[in-house]
């Protein structure tokens, strides 16, 4: 059973910065071909954050770009998110998404950590 669980989520004023942490559990002898965070604050839908694939490519929703970045650890699948210069609109529950292709589509999600940034 592989799961992802994230964590570094919370409260933090404007302007600050924040790690998030996803790490895939289980027993896993692969590399997932993407790897990467969404979010979804209240009443909008979910979107995309920031995305990794194995070869180190990249994707960052224009409203992140040159605030967060992305890295990732293939040979634990691992993938964090450093958000720095945090705005109000920022906050979400942010998940972590890790897919890939093992002879049929596989897509994990984890359940999401709540980042908040205060007025």
């Known amino acids: 059973q592989v799961q992802l669980v994230e964590s570094g989520g919370g409260l933090v004023q404007p302007g600050g910065s924040l790690r998030l942490s996803c790490a895939a559990s289980?027993?896993?002898?692969?590399?997932?071909?993407?790897m990467g965070w969404y979010r979804q604050a209240p009443g909008k839908q979910r979107e995309l954050v920031a995305d990794?694939?194995?070869?180190?490519?990249?994707n960052y929703a224009d409203s992140v770009k040159g605030r967060f970045t992305i890295s990732r650890n293939n040979a634990n699948n691992t993938v964090y998110v450093q958000l720095n210069s945090l705005k109000p609109e920022d906050t979400a529950v942010y998940y972590c998404?890790?897919?890939?292709?093992?002879?049929?589509?596989?897509?994990?999600w984890g359940q999401g950590t709540l980042v908040t940034v205060s007025s």
């Open positions: 998404n890790a897919r890939t292709v093992i002879g049929r589509y596989l897509e994990l």
């Open positions: 289980g027993n896993i002898i692969f590399s997932f071909s993407a």
């Open positions: 990794m694939t194995s070869g180190g490519s990249t």
